[in-house]
């Protein structure tokens, strides 16, 4: 697991405690923010530090941050904390979307992390979420469409960060 991979696993550890499932205390924070905070969108120290989003702005971050990619192009053997590529899954129209979700497992039980309006953050399949929002304006299949983050200008300097790990004995790892 890269740098990254790790930061993206504290985020959902951090999401999954604030706001779980049993009790969603922290309401405030939408899908799409909770979303982008795990994949880094934000420069922020914690998630209650985000300036939440409607869904004009997210659509506008979609636009400029993401790529549209078929569901037959996103990888068979993913796992989010292993790979340089992030996944998103919107659901509805993707200037206005109703719900960000991102990718996590692809072979998982439950391969998407989001957090949906009444029950906090988890993990759920594509199927539940589409059970989640059927009820609004038909939602279906059809409104499902995923993305791909675009390289950021800071990231493509070509060198990742390292982790060191100093010894007691004063040798690096």
């Known amino acids: 697991m890269d740098r990254e991979?790790?930061?993206i696993s504290e985020r959902i550890k951090e999401v999954s405690m604030i706001c779980a499932r049993e009790n969603p205390i922290y309401e405030q924070v939408s899908s799409y923010g909770i979303a982008l905070y795990v994949l880094g969108c934000f420069n922020v120290p914690d998630v209650m530090s985000i300036d939440d989003i409607d869904s004009?702005?997210?659509?506008?971050i979609l636009k400029e941050n993401f790529t549209p990619v078929r569901?037959?192009?996103?990888p068979s053997e993913y796992k989010i904390t292993e790979s340089d590529e992030r996944y998103l899954l919107v659901i509805g129209d993707p200037l206005f979307p109703i719900h960000f979700a991102v990718l996590t497992?692809?072979?998982?039980?439950r391969t998407y992390f989001s957090k949906l309006r009444y029950f906090g953050s988890g993990y759920d399949t594509i199927e539940e979420l589409i059970?989640?929002?059927?009820?609004e304006e038909g939602i279906g299949y059809k409104d499902i469409h995923f993305f791909?983050?675009?390289?950021?200008?800071?990231?493509?300097?070509?060198?990742?960060?390292?982790?060191?790990?100093c010894r007691k004995d004063g040798s690096v790892v």
């Open 5 to 7: 991979g790790i930061l």
């Open 56 to 60: 004009v702005q997210a659509g506008d």
């Open 71 to 74: 569901e037959s192009d996103l």
């Open 105 to 109: 497992h692809a072979n998982g039980n």
């Open 131 to 135: 059970h989640e929002f059927s009820g």
């Open 148 to 165: 791909k983050r675009t390289e950021s200008k800071i990231k493509k300097s070509g060198k990742k960060p390292r982790i060191y790990i």
